[in-house]
Each structure stands twice: as C-alpha cells, then as structure tokens.
Nanobody
Framework: DVQLVESGGGVVQSGGSLRLSCAAS????????MGWLRQAPGKKLEWVSS????????NYAYAVKGRFTISRDFATNAVFLQMNNLKQEDTAAYYC?????????????????WGQGTQVTVS
C-alpha cells in the first residue's frame, strides 16, 4: 500500500523557517512526481509545489515562489519542503502527495495519494 508520512511541522514566528519531510513507501518512488499540498481552515485544498520523477524539474505556486524549495532523495525515498520567510498566510495543514504520473503537475486533481498531514502555524 502507498504510504506517505509527513513530519516537521510546528509553530514558528513570521519570518522563520521550517523543513517538512515526507517518508514514502509502498510504490516505486522514482516512477512518480511528488508534491506538497496545503489546506488552511475554511479553505480548499491548495497546490503548493511539485517535483518531477527524476528530480530535475520543480514548480511552485506563486504565493510561495522564492521562499519554498522542494527536493527529493532517491536513496531514502523522501521528499522535503524547505520553507523560509514564513508568513501568517502560510498557516495550514501540509500534505505530502504522490502525483498520477511523472511530470511536476500544478493541479491538485493530478495527485492521487496524500498523507495525514502536518500542521504549520505561523504567528
């Protein structure tokens, strides 16, 4: 079974940094693009960032571009999201997600699995 387990969330002041991690298992990691989604209270699930199956192409939502960096480690089947200069509007539950295919998709609808999420609160 596909499993995605996030960690690294927490409470941070505006301007601070956090690094989210995702441990992936149950599928051939190098065959799929991966990404991060987020959902703030009362809002829809939102795409944040994606990385393609080879790890050489990344995409970012406009709201986080220049502040967040996505990466993946094929040796450990892990995905990371480095978040710098955090703002209050970044407060949300963040979900690691596996895409339907290999491309670094920008659509929430193209992600077919996601984890339980990790909470990020920016005060």
């Amino acid at each position: 079974d596909v499993q995605l387990v996030e960690s690294g969330g927490g409470v941070v002041q505006s301007g601070g940094s956090l690094r989210l991690s995702c441990a992936a298992s149950g599928f051939t990691f190098g065959d799929y693009a991966m990404g991060w989604l987020r959902q703030a209270p009362g809002k829809k699930l939102e795409w944040v960032s994606s990385i393609n199956s080879r790890g050489d192409t990344t995409n970012y939502a406009y709201a986080v571009k220049g502040r967040f960096t996505i990466s993946r480690d094929f040796a450990t089947n892990a995905v990371f999201l480095q978040m710098n200069n955090l703002k209050q509007e970044d407060t949300a539950a963040y979900y690691c997600a596996r895409a339907r295919g290999r491309a670094a998709t920008v659509s929430v609808d193209e992600f077919t699995y996601w984890g339980q999420g990790t909470q990020v609160t920016v005060s």
